[in-house]
C-alpha cells in the first residue's frame, strides 16, 4: 500500500485493509473524446497468503464487485476478467489472485458526452467514482468494502498504469474461434477443443468453468480428470461436482496454459462458449458442506462491522514452526532491552541492590524471582490490555501507555523521586510514614515486584526496534498465543537478573560492600534526572511548550515538598503546609497545560520544510501525481526513532538521494494517540513504531528495518 497510510474515513484513489491495498486506476492512451478507448479499474495488491476471487469464485468465496457511477454519456462495460489461479484449501479448491492484479473495465463514451469545464482552466475532468466489494481469503475470511472517486483528465494521455494495464491485457483469455463442444457423461464431462494455437498444443491446460458449482474443483489433473492432445483436438473428462447446482445448456470456459510454459508476448489463455449436449443428472443443490460455513464467517464478519476479525481468538492457531520462531525472537528481543538507554536507570539499581546482599544466595533468588514476577506479569498486563481494547474497537499500538499526557507526567515525578533519594535530599525514614518504612523493610520482595513493574512501564515503548515484527504478529494471533510471546518478551527483560540471582559465580564478580556503594548510589540519580528530563521534552511534544514548563513547575514544587517533610518540629509543618497549599493553587491556575492537546502542524513548524505531516489525502494526492512517498513512522519517546532522524534521516548524502529522485518525504508522529496511524501501522503488520515505508507508484511498499541504515535507504531509493 501507500506507505500504509489510505485508511481515511474520505473517498479517494486508494483503501488500505490490513489485508490489500485497493487503487482504482485509469488509461487513457487518447483522452476521453466518443470512440477513444478508455480504460478503469481496481488494482488490488494482497497481502502474503491472502486471495481474491474469479468471476467464479470455485468452492467457496465470492468474486470482486464493482458499482460505477459516471457522468451522464460514459457507461461502464463488464469486468475483463484476467485468468485465474487454482487455490488448494485444504479437501476444496478456489479460483482467484494472489499478489497484485488488475481487473480492467472499459468505458464507452458517446457522442452525447458533455464533458465538464474547469472553472478558469482550459483543461477539464471528469469525476468517477467506485464503490466496490470484494472477500480476501487465508484461512478466514474477512469480506471489505471501499469507496473511490478518480478525476481522470478529459484530454491528452493518461499513462501512468500503461504497464499495469497493458499486463492485464496480456493475461486475458483470447477468443478460440471454435466453440468446441462439452457433452454430459453419466457424472462427467468430456470437454473437446478445437483451434487451439501450436504453442499450446501438447501442453497441459488448466481448466475454468465460468459456471459455478458444476465441476469438482479441487480434482487433479492426471489423477481425478484426464486430458489429452489428438493432432490440435484438446479433450478432457472432468467430474461433477457431488452438490452440482447448475444444469448449463451453455458452458463458458477458460483454458490456460501452466505458468512455466507461458511466453512473454504469447497469449496464455483462450475462452470459448461450448454448446452441452447430453442428459444432466439430477441435480443436488447447493453444497452443504460449504456454503454454510462461508455464510456464517460473512454473517459474523459483517455483524462486526469491521474489516478484521472482531477478536483475536477468531483467528487461526498459527504453524507450529513459525510461532516457535516468534518466541525466540521475542526472547531476544527481551535479552536486547537490557542494552537500551531507558532501562538502565533501573537496571543499575537493581545491580546496587544486589550488591547490598553479597553472601545471602536466598535473598538473591528471591529477589530474582520477584524481580521476574513483576516483569512477566506487567508484559502480560500490557498485551492482555492492548489485545482488549483494540478487540473493543479502539486503535492502539505497542506503547500507548507513554501516549497519554498523564502517564508522562506521573512517570516524570515518580523517576524525580526516585533520583531525589538517591541523591540524599530524602530518606524514607524520615519522609514517610514509620508504617509504611517497616512495611518496606518486612517485605523487599514487593520492592523488588514493582522495579520489575517499573521496568516495563519505561521500556516497553523500546521494544520497537527489536520487536516490531513479533508484536505486529502477536496482534494477529488468537489471545493465548499472543499473550505466551508477551510473556517470552518478560522473560527475555528479566532474564540476566534472574539468572544473576541462580548463578553464584555471577554474584561473586560484584566488588563486596563498602563506602563506594554511597557514591555509586548518588551517581545512580543522574541517569534518573536524564529520564526525568527526556520526559518532559516528550510531553512538550505532546502538549507543547506551555505543558512542559508546567510539568517542570510542578516537579520543583513536588520536590521542595519531600525536602520540606524531611525537616523536625512546627518548622517541617509550616514549610510543608505552605508549600502543598502554593502547588496546589498553582496546580489549579495552570496545571491543565500538561494535559491539553497541540496539533500536530503547531508542534511541527519548527522543523524542516523537507518534512510535511503525514495525512491519507497527502499520500494519495502524491502517489496519484506519480510521486515516490517516504514515510517516517515516529514519536518523541522513542528513543531509537530519535537516533535513525540524527544518524541517517539528517545525513548529506541520503538528503540527496532523496532529491534526486523526487520523493516526497512525510513523517507520522506517533507521539499522542492516533488512530489512523495506529490502523495504518496495524496494515503494515506492525504495532509500534520505528517505521520506515518506501512508496512507489505502481509498486508494492518497501519496509525498511526499524534500525535505519545510510546504504540500506540509499539502496531503496536506488531502485526507484
Known sequence: MPAAAQLSSKPGAVVTTPHVRAELVAHAPEGVTPGAPVWVGLQITHQPEWHTYWKNAGDSGLPTELNWTLPPGVAAGDIAWPVPKKIPVGTLANYGYEGTVLLPVPLEVSSNFKPPLALGAGASSMDIRLKATWLVCRKECIPEEGEFTLALPLQGSTALHKADFDAAQAAQPQPLAKPGAVEVNGNNLQVRLEGLPAAAQGKTLGFFPETPELIRTAAESGKDWTQSWQGGTWTATLPLAEQRSASPT????????????????????????????????????????????????????????????????????????????????????????????????????????????????????????????????????????????????????????????????????LFTLMGLNLVGVFEFGRAAPVSLCSAQARHPIANDFLSGVLAVVIASPCTAPFMGASLGFAIGLPATQALLLFAALGLGLALPYL??????????????????????????????????AWLVWVLGQQSGIDGAGTLLALLVCMAAIVWALTLRGRTRLVIATVLVAFTAMLTAAIGRNVLQAVEPAKLASNTSQRWQPWSADRVTELTGAGQPVFIDFTAAWCVTCQYNKKATLADADVLADFDSKKVAMLRADWTRRDPAITAALTSLGRSGVPLYVLQAPGKPPVVLTEILGKDEVRAALASL
Open 499 to 532: 539468572v544473576a540471582g541462580f548463578v553464584p559465580a555471577i554474584a561473586r564478580l560484584l566488588p563486596k560492600p563498602g563506602p563506594w556503594m554511597g557514591t555509586l548510589r548518588r551517581l545512580l540519580a543522574f541517569p534518573m534526572f536524564a529520564t526525568v
Open 250 to 413: 451453455t458452458l463458458p470456459l477458460v483454458v490456460a496454459l501452466a505458468e512455466p510454459d507461458r511466453q512473454p508476448g504469447q497469449p496464455v489463455a483462450w475462452r470459448t462458449e461450448a454448446p452441452v449436449s447430453g442428459t444432466w443428472p439430477a441435480a443436488a443443490g447447493p453444497r452443504a458442506e460449504v456454503s454454510p460455513a462461508l455464510q456464517a464467517a460473512l454473517a459474523a464478519n459483517a455483524a462486526n462491522a469491521a474489516t478484521a476479525p472482531a477478536s483475536s481468538t477468531d483467528l487461526p492457531p498459527q504453524p507450529a514452526g513459525t510461532f516457535v520462531v516468534a518466541l525466540l525472537g521475542a526472547l531476544l528481543g527481551g535479552l536486547l532491552l537490557n542494552l537500551m538507554p531507558c532501562v538502565f536507570p533501573i537496571l543499575a539499581i537493581k545491580v546496587l541492590g544486589f550488591a547490598r546482599q553479597a553472601g545471602n544466595r536466598s535473598a538473591h533468588r528471591t529477589a530474582g524471582l520477584a524481580y521476574t514476577a513483576g516483569v512477566m506479569l506487567s508484559f502480560l498486563a500490557l498485551g492482555g490490555a492492548m489485545l482488549a481494547l483494540r478487540a473493543a474497537g479502539a486503535q492502539l499500538g505497542w506503547g500507548f501507555q507513554l501516549q497519554s499526557p498523564a502517564v508522562v507526567a506521573a512517570l516524570a515525578a
